[in-house]
Every structure is written in C-alpha cells, then in structure tokens.
C-alpha cells in the first residue's frame, strides 16, 4: 500500500535528517539509499531529488553501471 502524496510529503521533514546521516558515510544512489531506510525507491528519489533541489546534497560524477548518480552531502554541509 502506498501513502498518498501529501503524507510523502509530510514525511520530508523526517527523512531529510535520516538521509542526511547515511550520507555523511558516503555518496549513494537512490536506490542505495531506499534499501537502507527501507522505503520504496519513488519516495527516496522525490526527497532526494527535493535535497538536490535546495541545495543539501549534489550528485557526484561516478555513474553506476545500472545508471545511477551516487549522491553525497553539498559542500558545506555536515
């Protein structure tokens, strides 16, 4: 069952700090990243891709083989 999109949403602040914390271990991808919260990969890649946006996390420029940037906190963040 899949929560609606406010709820994901909502969620966002709370997963904010979680992703945050796995990524101070390292860059990720999404999928990476999903796997270790254990949430689904669509929800991960809105939050993510929403970090991307303002600025918390960038993209590192390894590609895995399946395609996926790796991910890691933006310059400046701790």
Excluded: H, N, Q
Aim: overall charge negative; cysteine-free.
């Amino acid at each position: 069952m899949s929560r609606d999109l406010l709820e994901t949403i909502r969620y966002e602040m709370v997963m904010r700090d979680k992703i945050g914390e796995i990524l101070k271990e390292g860059p990720k991808t999404v999928p990476e990243v999903a796997e270790i919260l254990g949430e689904p990969v669509y929800e991960v890649m809105y939050w993510m891709m929403a970090m991307r946006k303002y600025g918390m996390i960038e993209e590192t420029e390894e590609i895995t083989e399946e395609g996926y940037y790796k991910y890691k906190l933006a310059k400046g963040r701790k």
